[in-house]
């Protein structure tokens, strides 16, 4: 088996985006190197400083190298039958199979990575950078962060790896059914292997055991490992594997379980790699207020958190289309429910639909009771159910309950629980934030799925599906 030891040196931290600056390849038999490859690369882009501060390398000294283009046949040829070694690896592999696609070559290798390999049989050290880890094993780095100093330290490494592989782990590794040479640097197959395979929540963390994202699943496992596979060579993937040390996991009773405890941990944890669900929230809602004069007001005003609303809109153009029909069912002043904004009466009590509150025609007292009907109404609309699914294993069950179109909480509960009435059904759930993505969830589910649905009547839970 031959192994090419690779090092790189760029214009930065990802491919998509930089250049390489300079390459060399160590052929590797397994016990020495047998080959060797090395040049400076014209990037066809300025280096920055703090780059050139790191590695030497200036614009002046790539300015006559070669292309990637121009060696990338020699590269290819020096690689693509043999195992693509690095510390880092998939840093290096993402930079060169980028630039050799871009040059007609389809490069496809098994991959060791040395800082994985390194943990796995010489565990101990304090640090498993290159620099760090080769001042411990006495291992002379001839020119740091230079690819030829870099890679031939490296290719030492290796053969002290393969000499301390008395359990034959590498052979295992390059294995097609392996995960480990697909894995980021610092996360151990052990935290793979612990991973169930059912529904749930689960939460990459760094080195310092910070949340860095939250994902959920149908299955755990297979959605953490499909993190691990394809070639994306952008800035913010490569960046997100290098942080990933430690993953936790939440079992979850059921998907649409694990989609809400998924939305509710993004917004308790605010991980900097998720993006979507931070951005959403309900945009309009529907308050009262009592004015100057007593009268109780309806208004439509964006979404506050501080703030309790009746109802909750995505648009403004639905919210009005509900407050219009309050307004008709219940000869209410479109004055005072911010529909109408002229100093005059409004526009209903000129044709006869409005009894006169607009112009003080008519009390706030009597005025107030129509309020409070459509408002009673208005709650009226909003769905009260329960719904039953399966748990985390066979002795529970799980239950989620919306109240009053507001999502309450969920939890799990005997087969033997007593579910009849709601409050009782509250003190074993755990509470949880709502909002309009959560609800829709939920609502959309129930419909898919109304045997598992139970509707609530006052204080009471009723045991038909509907």
């Known amino acids: 088996m031959l192994y090419a030891v690779v090092d790189i040196e760029t214009t930065g931290g990802y491919a998509s985006a930089n250049g390489i600056t300079e390459i060399s390849i160590q052929v590797h038999d397994g016990t020495a190197v047998v080959d060797t490859f090395e040049t400076l690369i014209n990037p066809l882009q300025d280096i920055p400083p703090y780059i050139e501060a790191l590695t030497g390398i200036s614009?002046?000294?790539?300015?006559?190298?070669?292309?990637?283009?121009?060696?990338?046949?020699?590269?290819?040829?020096?690689?693509?039958?043999?195992?693509?070694?690095?510390?880092?690896?998939?840093?290096?592999?993402?930079?060169?199979?980028?630039?050799l696609s871009g040059c007609g070559y389809d490069l496809q290798c098994r991959k060791l990575c040395t800082v994985r390999l390194s943990r796995k049989l010489l565990p101990g050290h304090r640090s498993y950078s290159l620099g760090k880890l080769c001042n411990a094993l006495?291992?002379?780095?001839?020119?740091?962060?230079?690819?030829?100093?870099?890679?031939?330290?490296?290719?030492?490494?290796l053969g002290m790896l393969i000499a301390a592989d008395q359990e034959g782990f590498i052979p295992h590794t390059l294995k097609k059914a392996s995960k480990e040479q697909v894995l980021p640097p610092n996360l151990s197959k052990a935290q793979i292997d612990r991973i169930p395979a059912g529904a749930g929540v689960y939460y990459f963390k760094d080195s310092k055991g910070k949340v860095i994202y939250v994902g959920k699943a149908k299955n755990l496992r297979k959605r953490v490992c499909s993190h691990f596979t394809g070639n994306n060579t952008g800035r913010q993937r490569q960046n997100f594997l290098k942080d990933i040390h430690t993953i936790d996991f939440e079992?979850?009773?059921?998907?649409?379980?694990?989609?809400?405890?998924?939305?509710?941990?993004?917004?308790?944890?605010?991980?900097?790699?998720?993006?979507?669900?931070?951005?959403?929230?309900?945009?309009?809602?529907?308050?009262?207020?009592?004015?100057?004069?007593?009268?109780?007001?309806?208004?439509?005003?964006?979404?506050?958190?501080?703030?309790?609303?009746?109802?909750?809109?995505?648009?403004?153009?639905?919210?009005?289309?509900?407050?219009?029909?309050?307004?008709?069912?219940?000869?209410?002043?479109?004055?005072?429910?911010?529909?109408?904004?002229?100093?005059a009466a409004c526009t209903a009590h000129a044709q006869g639909n409005c009894t006169g509150a607009c112009i003080g025609k008519e009390s706030a007292a009597a005025y107030n009771v129509r309020v409070k009907y459509a408002i009673e109404e208005l709650r009226s609309m909003l769905p009260s159910f329960a719904l039953i699914d399966t748990g985390r294993h066979d002795d529970e069950q799980s239950c989620l309950l919306v109240e009053q179109g507001r999502f309450y909480g969920m939890g799990y509960i005997s087969h033997h629980a007593d579910i009849a009435e709601p409050e009782a059904l509250k003190s074993v759930l755990s509470p949880y934030p709502s909002n309009d993505y959560i609800l829709n969830l939920i609502v959309s589910y129930a419909a898919q799925h109304p045997h598992k649905k139970l509707a609530l009547k006052g204080s009471h839970i009723i045991a038909e599906a509907v």
Not at 72 to 85: C, N, Q, T
Not at 91 to 96: E, K, L, Q, R
Not at 314 to 329: C, D, P, Q, V, Y
Request: net charge positive; glycine share 4%.
């Open 59 to 99: 614009n002046e000294m790539v300015a006559t190298a070669p292309t990637f283009e121009m060696v990338a046949e020699r590269i290819y040829g020096m690689l693509h039958d043999k195992v693509f070694v690095a510390h880092n690896v998939n840093f290096d592999y993402s930079f060169i199979r980028h630039q």
């Open 138 to 157: 006495n291992i002379e780095i001839k020119q740091r962060h230079r690819a030829g100093g870099d890679a031939a330290a490296t290719a030492i490494l």
């Open 251 to 343: 079992l979850c009773g059921t998907e649409l379980m694990a989609f809400i405890l998924e939305a509710a941990e993004i917004k308790r944890l605010w991980p900097e790699n998720n993006r979507a669900m931070k951005r959403y929230e309900h945009k309009y809602a529907l308050y009262t207020f009592e004015d100057q004069k007593g009268y109780i007001r309806f208004g439509i005003d964006k979404a506050k958190k501080n703030l309790t609303a009746l109802y909750s809109f995505n648009t403004l153009l639905e919210g009005h289309n509900l407050l219009r029909l309050l307004i008709k069912s219940h000869l209410l002043c479109e004055k005072l429910c911010c529909i109408q904004r002229v100093a």
